[in-house]
């Protein structure tokens, strides 16, 4: 599951290029230690990204050359964070076997709060994420957050009991993963406008790529060497991802920016250019939640999905139990993946016929397949009834993530939007994280996951249905501004009119005499 793959990262991008706060001439790029820098003021510089002088228009995007190596760097994020959390099902099967006892009859609870609180620890640090790439731009933090996610994949594959990966992979390699994700997004919206939905769709293909292939791998690689192993030739993917970071560099300026930036002196357009920092005035925009149908779509998604990581958790588990004869069981997976990636293509181009707020009612289908699919997981008797249900599972899924963007511009506007989406993506962390371990334990005391699927189809159904309400609370507010606007404008044409009598009777007396 990619969240938001088709984030608009042209939004994104024009709040990095342009931080809400500093004025320009505190922004003002400094070209070296002045007379009057004592050790207080080169304290207060820090090297921040800087794509051009301040104040100027920012470059525009070239449309291709370093930008489709941009893209691949993208692509490459999109599908190691991802993929690897999309197959947590075959790595969960491995970590009960590596760690399981019989004496323990909670290991499936325990075992699924590390995947569960995986996902939600990206989700949660999205908002601060946000942060981070406005203030220091997307190279350096898409660095730091790639070497940071690189530590905790590596020590995972040294613990010795359950307990310690809640740390190393569920917080430190989420974390990671989070702020190395967040700067990929942005980054793109510099490089591309005309051809952004293409890169977009190219990016987000990257994730259902991943998903494809990474299940096949993992199963080869816990089969043969073990999962300890099989997490350190996962640090690969993340030492490569720290290589790619690397060219999330700003765009160099126009020869007319440098010079009107070096008139006043010998100006360094470099990848690091210094000036002093000064942070956004409004770091998080809480005013957003005054928007009474952003409000509700914050919690209706949440409220969908408490059951909606379940099935990438648990669905290898269950398909071991179920289907002991079976070979290539993580086909089922791979299948969620392939229809992800339709699903994201077809619905994203039928979203643009659908006017306006009205989008949400997509949302609304797929919530209603992916609750109903989850219920029929365990009606399933035979593997290709499963498979069946993967694959509309995955189409759904797919549609749910291409229009949120689309939806959130609709409801806030494209100023706010950044901070819209990352809020949700923080709210969405909690579900994301209690909803796994729950049905974990359902099994471990029920001894069958028909139960935990059965409910995990609840949430959905109950989240699409407050949905419902969002295009009515839209219309509404919408109602009640253009009525009012009008009765100002109208308002305004009188005063105009009297003010217009009043400073000029002469000439309309006149005008009436000669008429006369």
Not at 61 to 79: F, Y
Request: charged residues 15%; aromatic residues 12%.
């Amino acid at each position: 599951m990619v969240p938001f793959p088709e984030e608009p990262a042209a939004a994104r991008g024009t709040s990095e290029a342009q931080p809400p706060g500093p004025a320009p001439t505190r922004a003002a790029p400094l070209p070296g230690r002045g007379p009057s820098d004592g050790p207080e003021a080169v304290v207060e510089k820090v090297e921040v990204e800087l794509a051009g002088p301040a104040g100027a228009e920012p470059p525009q995007p070239p449309e291709g050359g370093w930008g489709w190596l941009v893209m691949l760097a993208a692509m490459w994020c999109n599908g190691s964070v991802f993929g690897i959390q999309n197959a947590c099902g075959v790595l969960f099967v491995s970590m009960l076997k590596t760690f399981g006892s019989k004496d323990d009859d909670k290991m499936v609870f325990k075992t699924a709060w590390v995947s569960s609180l995986s996902m939600g620890m990206i989700f949660f640090c999205c908002p601060i994420a946000s942060v981070f790439t406005d203030m220091f731009g997307c190279q350096r933090t898409a660095v730091m957050g790639a070497a940071v996610g690189f530590i905790g994949l590596l020590s995972s594959s040294f613990v010795s009991s359950i307990e310690p990966l809640y740390l190393t992979y569920g917080i430190i390699f989420a974390c990671g993963c989070s702020f190395a994700y967040q700067p990929s997004l942005v980054i793109l919206g510099h490089y591309f406008k005309k051809r952004l939905g293409l890169v977009n769709g190219i990016v987000t293909a990257g994730s259902s790529i991943f998903t494809i292939l990474l299940p096949f791998l993992l199963r080869v690689l816990t089969d043969t060497v073990g999962l300890f192993h099989t997490l350190r030739v996962l640090c690969v993917f993340m030492f490569v991802l720290f290589l790619a970071s690397f060219t999330y560099r700003p765009l160099a300026p126009s020869a007319k920016d440098k010079e009107g930036g070096t008139k006043g002196g010998n100006n360094r357009f470099s990848l690091f250019s210094r000036r002093k920092f000064s942070p956004p005035k409004k770091v998080f925009n809480f005013a957003l939640f005054k928007v009474r149908a952003y409000a509700v779509w914050a919690v209706g998604i949440p409220l969908a999905l408490f059951g909606y990581f379940v099935p990438y958790v648990h669905l290898m588990k269950y398909v071991n139990e179920r289907f002991q004869d079976g070979k290539n069981k993580e086909v089922v997976l791979m299948c969620i993946g392939i229809t992800s990636g339709v699903g994201r293509l077809l619905f994203g181009r039928i979203a643009d016929y659908v006017p306006g707020v009205k989008k949400v009612y997509l949302q609304v289908l797929s919530f209603f397949f992916i609750g109903l699919m989850s219920m029929m997981i365990p009606l399933c008797s035979v593997f290709g009834a499963l498979i069946a249900v993967c694959l509309i599972m995955g189409l759904f899924d797919g549609c749910f993530i291409s229009i949120m963007a689309p939806i959130a511009f609709e409801l806030v506007g494209a100023q706010d939007v950044s901070q819209a989406i990352g809020f949700l993506l923080g709210f969405m962390s909690v579900p994301m994280t209690v909803g796994p371990p729950i049905a974990g334990l359902l099994r471990d005391k029920l001894g069958s996951y028909d139960v935990a699927f059965y409910l995990a189809g609840i949430p959905p159904l109950i989240g699409g249905a407050v949905l419902c309400f969002i295009p009515w609370i839209h219309s509404k507010k919408q109602r009640k501004i253009d009525k009012t606007t009008g009765g100002e404008k109208m308002e305004k044409m009188l005063e105009n009119q009297n003010s217009l009598l009043s400073s000029s009777p002469g000439i309309f007396k006149k005008e009436s005499d000669s008429v006369i």
